[in-house]
T-cell receptor, first 114, second 111 residues
């Protein structure tokens, strides 16, 4: 069974530039999550999708971050414009259903904002 | 607001030792608790999931316990090996389905 795929693996940009990350969850998984993990901290949920609808985006900085999952399968997360404090690993995860289920994580995209 | 804390932040042990990692949470109204492993530059791998009605779960050399009333969980690793070196994260699932992580314990097992 293929795992959660993310790209790119690494991205270096200058502040005020834009960047986009892509995630393809495990086939058949209805729920998709984007997490931000700052060095030395645990992952923080940015947004959770159930199929193509948003379940929770309470911690998404909506003035600069956006995410979509148009067909209920793969998803993109965008930052525009990026700030220095956005430097982190962005992890995508998926699960079969919503809530208290086992999550499967991708390898993440490491973003450095200079 | 649920907060998850892991102690210690880092741990170094010689190979073969048994060890315990600690996790505490402030709100006992949880649906379950999970322990994850994260290798450098990699995503997270789920190790054990304990439902709120359970007291412990075991997988191989790993044993996780849950005491919901005191807001504590431990991950016990028996006969540690250098391959166990990684960051271990605990996360609680709230009754609304939100997963909240601790900051992790970075374990180094020296040969």
């Amino acid at each position: 069974e293929a795992g959660v795929a993310q790209s790119p693996r690494y991205k270096i940009i200058e502040k005020r530039q834009s960047v986009a990350f892509w995630c393809n969850p495990i086939s058949g998984h209805a729920t998709l999550y984007w997490y931000q993990q700052i060095l030395g901290q645990g992952p923080k949920l940015l947004i959770q999708f159930q199929n193509n609808g948003v379940v929770d985006d309470s911690q998404l900085p909506k003035d600069r971050f956006s995410a979509e999952r148009l067909k209920g399968v793969d998803s993109t997360l965008k930052i525009q414009p990026a700030k220095l404090e956005d430097s982190a690993v962005y992890l995508c995860a998926s699960s079969v259903g919503q809530g208290a289920e086992k999550l499967f994580f991708g390898s993440g995209t490491q973003l450095s904002v200079l | 607001k649920q907060e998850v804390t892991q102690i210690p932040a880092a741990l170094s042990v010689p190979e073969g030792e048994n060890l315990v990692l600690n996790c505490s949470f402030t709100d006992s109204a949880i649906y379950n608790l999970q322990w994850f492993r994260q290798d450098p530059g990699k995503g997270l791998t789920s190790l054990l999931l304990i439902q709120s009605s359970q007291r412990e779960q075991t997988s191989g050399r790993l044993n996780a316990s849950l005491d919901k009333s005191s807001g504590r969980s431990t991950l016990y690793i028996a006969a540690s090996q250098p391959g166990d070196s990684a960051t271990y994260l605990c996360a609680v699932t709230s009754n609304t389905g939100k997963l909240i992580f601790g900051q992790g314990t970075t374990l180094q097992v020296k040969p």
